[in-house]
């Protein structure tokens, strides 16, 4: 009997811890659960992102859709530092390629709207400079817009309208004086389109102007975006009138002008589902497909290529074309100040989050039995 006894006892000891096992286990689950959030998921998609080269989110830059030019970096740091001399000598040497013209004179612009003493230095020495004209305008346009704030008009304060009205007033002015100065250039132009969102132009009013920047420049690109966004619900305009202008735009301009952006901005801009059927429908197939051949035609120098493969990834991705969105995430990682990205709170957080899903699809695949 005792040795059954001991038999018995031996063969209890397992059975006991394997019950306190599981009461832990229980335990701890009921007053600290797993969280149940992808987690893991993430983490492996983070790390294939990782192998193939791809940056972490602290790496990402916020104020660029693409890095710039090395010769525009350097004349952009002068300004801060206070000497205006290599950005008038940088927009000079861009002359009439008005697509750059525009692009870098809004990045001048922007700094000008926070601190503007080294656009005073260069006003004083070249009164009438054009270059230094079309700054100033753009720079109080901006200044407006960052008077009125960011949020829906419900948020926006009385004091904040007025201020952005007087400012959008005052822009008015500096634009008819810079066009005045240097009447081939469309730039001035383009910064009324913002004038024109923010004082609710009627849409005559917007078509006569849109005729000024398409005599001087008929496929800007910067233009083109800026009206959609006149054209879109959310502002002066319709659904149908933002994918009308949009489509047009795109079926007139020669290839590796970018404009088949415009299609998927409008498409983007309006899209209120919550799956990905409306993204995967015969036309915005054919519209990646147009996007996609147009991207291939550009210059790869062109300023505003990198916005256009920003789109490309994240459509392709949501049309289940991974591998093809992966190939455009390499081309702009390390820059996320682009559509859909810039639309988030946390944009280098979705970018990432998007982005990171891609690779993970892409190393599933690769893994899997042929």
Known sequence: MTVLFWILGILAVPTAIFVLWLAWVFLRELFSPTPDDGTDDAARAAEAAERLGLLPAERQNTDLAAPLPAEWATALAAVRGGDWVPAAERLAAIGRDWERRSAFAGLLAQIAAEEDAWLLAWEAVRPDDPDAAVVRARSTVFLAWELRGGKKAQYTTREQFDGFHRALT?????????????????????????????????????????????????????????????????????????????????????????????????????????????????????????????????????????????????????????????????????????????????????????????????????????
């Open 170 to 370: 005052a822009a008015r002015e500096e634009i008819a004086r810079a066009a005045a100065l240097n009447p081939d250039d469309p730039t001035p132009f383009v910064a009324e389109i913002w004038v024109a969102l923010g004082l609710g132009y009627p849409n005559a009013r917007m078509d006569k102007l849109w005729a000024e920047i398409t005599s001087r420049a008929p496929h800007h690109y910067e233009a083109h975006y800026s009206a959609l966004q006149y054209w879109c619900a959310k502002w002066r305009g319709s659904e149908r009138l933002a994918v009308d202008f949009a489509e047009r735009a795109a079926a007139d301009a020669p290839l590796g002008s970018l404009l088949t952006a415009l299609p998927l901005i409008a498409h983007f801009e309006h899209d209120e589902s919550d799956d990905t059927a409306a993204d995967n429908t015969p036309l915005m197939l054919a519209r990646v497909e147009a996007a996609l051949t147009d991207a291939a035609a550009a210059d790869p120098s062109h300023p505003r290529l990198a916005e256009l493969r920003h789109l490309l990834a994240f459509y392709l991705h949501l049309q289940d074309r991974d591998e093809a969105a992966l190939e455009q995430f390499k081309l702009v990682d390390g820059y996320v100040n682009a559509l859909p990205w810039r639309y988030r709170d946390d944009m280098v957080g979705y970018y990432c989050q998007v982005r990171n899903t891609v690779a993970e699809a892409v190393r599933e695949a690769a893994a899997a039995p042929a």
